[in-house]
């Protein structure tokens, strides 16, 4: 087992940077309905090769994507290396189906980590564990063949050692061409969730303890996640965000939650379900409050860009972070209990607390058992002050003289941004 104090070295800049972005970017980008259409509509290689044919990125320029993610306030960028479809980004020696195969001729990888280090941010790969398209990936219950018999009966004498030695070798590359990568995301495992007589899928069939071994080998700092059907760095809750920091067995893990902006990872044009950017805040705000982070994603559309509503979603979020990331980099939870409707963040050093308020009161903020600790408080935004002072049985509502209560005065008009914060 590794020493705690070694765990807490390579953890360090993940758990103090908060914010990422995830992206996912394959050829689900052309029929542009989720990036599980191939399983969703059980596509066969045949017709899926259509959009191999015409996958064509003409406008891709990663510095755009990396400068917008920077300006949103992010630390890190994770990209999808390989999806479930099985299409890869790079120049990989171990398939052909892959970027440069088709009209883009490239290696998309590379520049997307140039850029993303151009531009300050630490750089990941997601890598599916996943294979629809692979010759010895055997069906099971996501597989979009499941339900085709003569397929299945054709699948019976496929070979998932060789597909996890393929595995190794495709992280191999990820690892070695690429310089110094800080995240690797495996995605995901699924064991005991069998369909017809086909088993769900782990570890055995990853080889997941072989490949860790490959992975701590050949980039002892990377962090790993958990979804290899084995522990990991940080765990990964997706798509809801957890009630309380997030334990295992009782212990405190690292973990960061991901989310989208729509429900769909890939691309999606005609999905309408976005949330709002102030929803998007507030998650990121709930996390930190409970030791963790967001990786928010973006599905770029296949000319290579960033659709209009996630350039304004980035934007709107990248203007709160401007005014107020001192709340979240470095920050995590604090040891008293918010009013209703607000949630605290507190810095490393333990000197300030940043009261953050989702629904906006009428002219009145309790903090108990704050009253003895606050020298002065302030708005993070314009920083002026917020008139404060301990309470005493002056209002009926407040609480009884010495129970160590904050009163905090506030103006009518919510201030102008997507969350106020306090500082105190
Ligand atoms: C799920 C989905 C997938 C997505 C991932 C991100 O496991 O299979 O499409 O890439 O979550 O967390």
Redesign the pocket.
């Known amino acids: 087992m590794e020493a705690r104090a070694n765990y807490e070295r390579r953890i360090k800049w993940f758990k103090e940077a908060r914010f990422g972005m995830?992206i996912?970017w394959g050829l689900y980008a052309l029929p542009a309905r989720h990036?599980?259409v191939k399983s969703r509509e059980r596509i066969s290689n045949e017709e899926y090769e259509k959009y191999f044919k015409h996958f064509n990125p003409d406008l891709y320029d990663p510095r755009e994507w990396a400068r917008m993610a920077r300006q949103a306030g992010m630390r890190h960028m994770v990209i999808?290396s390989k999806?479930?479809e099985g299409f890869c980004l790079w120049d990989s020696d171990l398939t052909d189906y892959k970027a440069t195969n088709t009209p883009a001729r490239r290696d998309l990888l590379q520049p997307f980590v140039d850029a993303a280090r151009a531009e300050g941010l630490r750089v990941g790969f997601?890598y599916?564990l996943?294979d629809w398209h692979h010759p010895e990936y055997t069906p099971d219950i996501h597989h979009p063949m499941r339900d085709n018999e003569e397929f299945v009966a054709q699948a019976k004498g496929r070979d998932m050692r060789q597909y996890a030695e393929y595995v190794r070798g495709q992280i191999r590359e990820l690892l070695i061409r690429y310089g110094k990568i800080d995240i690797l995301w495996c995605?995901?495992s699924f064991p005991g969730r069998a369909y017809k007589d086909m088993p769900g899928k782990g570890k055995a069939d990853w080889e997941s303890e072989k490949l860790v071994a490959l992975i701590r080998e050949l980039m002892p700092d990377v962090l790993l996640n958990n979804r290899l059907d084995l522990p990991g760095d940080f765990v990964?809750p997706?798509q809801y965000q957890p009630r309380t920091a997030v334990q295992l067995e009782g212990v405190p893990v690292t973990w960061e939650a991901?989310q989208t902006f729509s429900g769909s990872?890939g691309y999606d044009r005609d999905n309408l379900d976005w949330k709002t950017p102030d929803m998007l805040v507030r998650m990121l705000i709930d996390g930190v409050s409970k030791d963790g982070n967001l990786l928010l994603n973006v599905g770029p559309n296949a000319r290579g860009e960033f659709e209009p509503r996630a350039v304004q979603m980035l934007e709107a979020i990248g203007g709160w972070m401007r005014l107020h990331n001192r709340s979240i980099y470095g920050c995590g939870p604090a040891p008293f209990t918010p009013p209703p409707d607000c949630r605290y963040t507190m810095n490393t050093v333990g000197d300030r607390l940043y009261l953050h308020i989702f629904s906006w009161p009428f002219k009145h903020l309790y903090l108990d058992g704050l009253a003895d600790k606050v020298e002065y408080a302030q708005f993070l935004h314009d920083a002026s002050e917020v008139a404060m002072r301990a309470t005493g049985g002056v209002l009926s509502t407040a609480p009884a003289p010495g129970s160590n209560t904050l009163l905090l005065q506030v103006p009518i008009q919510k201030p102008n941004v997507l969350v106020p914060v306090v500082e105190l």
């Open positions: 995830f996912h990036e599980w999808t999806h479930h997601y599916s996943l995605d995901f990964t997706e991901c990872w």
